[in-house]
């Protein structure tokens, strides 16, 4: 059984284009993640969400809207995609927002064309 | 402001030799602090973590870390490295006041060497 799964797991698009991604876990866990890993391997965290709440939002463009139906998903969708935006999207989640272990999704690697 | 850095972008060990791979880190609290490792094309899976219990902390696949306060390290050691080792690793540090939000350091590529 995956803890925390993502789909799609690969993405080609144009640029323009609007685009989402899923994010589920089956661990119980009451906050989930968003993160993006650059060309050079450096992640950084988008988004955070705490029972279905925004808690972390970095300074991310307002083309990223993530959205949480429920505590075990968090989408994110992007509108009019740039090339910047190709990366690895990586969804995780912990028990709580506290300094404790996150557990990661085998990312989304999106490139924009 | 709480950061990692890792001294090495990349660290070459041959197969059965010990890998050291180095984090320093900055931060006001007491840290929170993590290591995790990357497969090629695949997600992070959690290594070790310290939260202010024991200063030397054993992870999974034989790795382990050591918390020095004096001189602000956490760095990764194992004492013979496997070939599945081969991975990129990241020291991660945990803001306790920011929800929990994961600062992550450059990463160190590990190759093993036959």
């Known amino acids: 059984d995956t803890a925390v799964s993502q789909t799609p797991k690969y993405l080609v698009t144009q640029m323009g284009n609007d685009k989402s991604i899923k994010c589920e876990q089956n661990?119980?866990?009451?906050?989930m993640y968003w993160y993006k890993q650059d060309s050079k391997k450096f992640l950084k965290i988008m988004f955070s969400?705490?029972?279905?709440?925004?808690?972390i939002n970095e300074t991310v463009p307002n083309r990223f809207s993530p959205k949480s139906p429920d505590k075990a998903h968090l989408n994110l969708h992007i509108n009019s995609l740039e090339l910047g935006d190709s990366a690895v999207y990586f969804c995780?989640?912990?028990?709580?927002?506290?300094?404790?272990?996150?557990?990661f999704g085998p990312g989304t690697r999106l490139l924009v064309l | 402001a709480q950061s990692v850095t890792q001294l090495d972008s990349h660290v070459s060990v041959s197969e059965g030799t010990p890998v050291l791979l180095r984090c320093n880190y900055s931060?006001?609290?007491?840290?929170?602090l993590f290591w995790y490792v990357q497969h090629p094309n695949k997600g992070l899976q959690l290594l070790l973590k310290?939260?202010?219990?024991?200063?030397l902390v054993k992870g999974i696949n034989g790795f382990e870390a050591e918390f020095k306060k004096s001189e602000t390290s956490f760095h990764l050691t194992k004492p013979s490295a496997h070939m599945s080792d081969a991975a990129e690793y990241f020291c991660?540090?945990?803001?306790?006041?920011?929800?929990?939000?994961?600062?992550f350091g450059q990463g160190t590529e590990l190759s093993v060497k036959p």
């Open positions: 995780a989640s912990s028990p709580s927002g506290g300094p404790v272990s996150q557990y």
């Open positions: 991660v540090v945990s803001l306790y006041n920011q929800g929990g939000k994961l600062i």
């Open positions: 310290y939260t202010s219990a024991a200063t």
């Open positions: 969400y705490n029972n279905k709440e925004l808690i």
């Open positions: 931060s006001s609290y007491s840290p929170s």
């Open positions: 661990l119980g866990h009451d906050t």
